[in-house]
């Protein structure tokens, strides 16, 4: 399967989750219940990152991009449309990122609609906390080899958004494309790909605060996972709690 079909694939997958949780009010409050948790989740175990002067930016883009509960759906229609013409006006290293984001994304949906089937099962007991509530829908969907490919493709992609602002010219590639863009009506995903492009660029002239910045990422999510899938669920429950009240 070659890259563009890839990510149609992938965006016709997500497209299609969407609607099925659309046509039931229920299991659609129930999934952006989740997403809205687990954007909380982030936002409280990088509280530190999104207020470093360092980090911020970085930060930032994950929530927003990567772990938000925002819709979607613009810039996967937008994704979706010029998914041939990636492989076509890209470098080989821009296209592999494409997909991989593309394939993250439908894995992300697939996650948090299983999650939102199981959070409207344990809404049936109205004793449970948000936090023990949430754990108990974690353990129900348990897939923990498809958690640990969620993270790794995360690494991934940042990885990947970091080795491309060191190719010389594709900062200037992305600016002469957005008047092009915005004519397309691509204006959503020519946003993504300068935001994340240049919060890599930022770091990129600071030593290895990028590979830092990953590094803190896969620590402290590999950490996370330990604690939904171990046996200490008082201690879980402990942390989550905290981490949520990070939040402002």
């Keep these: 399967m070659d890259a563009a079909e890839t990510i149609r694939n992938s965006v016709a997958r997500v497209t299609a989750l969407r609607r099925a949780a659309a046509a039931h009010d229920d299991l659609q409050a129930a999934n952006r219940a989740v997403k809205r948790l687990q954007a909380r989740r982030f936002a409280g175990t990088y509280a530190d990152l999104l207020e470093s002067s360092e980090y911020s930016g970085a930060a930032r883009f994950f929530l927003d991009e990567l772990y ?21 006006f890209f470098p080989e290293q821009v296209v592999a990122t494409a997909v991989a984001l593309a394939e993250l994304h439908a894995l992300t949906e697939e996650l948090d609609q299983e999650m939102a089937l199981a959070w409207l099962a344990q809404g049936g007991q109205p004793s449970l906390s948000e936090t023990a509530r949430y754990m108990g829908t974690w353990k129900t969907v348990a897939r923990k080899d498809d958690r640990d490919r969620q993270l790794a493709v995360v690494l991934q992609v940042g990885s990947e958004l970091d080795r491309l602002t ?50 803190t990422i896969r620590r402290r999510e590999a950490g996370w996972l330990a604690l939904l899938y171990g046996p200490d669920t008082v201690t879980c429950e402990t942390e989550l709690a905290l981490c949520l009240g990070k939040v402002p």
């Design 68 to 88: 938000s509960d925002k819709d979607y759906s613009l810039r996967d229609a937008q994704f979706s449309r010029i998914a041939g013409a990636l492989q076509t």
């Design 166 to 215: 060191r190719k010389p010219g594709l900062r200037m590639m992305l600016r002469m494309m957005r008047k092009p863009a915005e004519v397309a009506g691509l204006g959503a995903l020519q946003s993504f790909l300068e935001a994340g492009f240049d919060t890599f660029a930022a770091m990129a002239g600071k030593g290895s605060k990028a590979k830092e910045f990953l590094e």
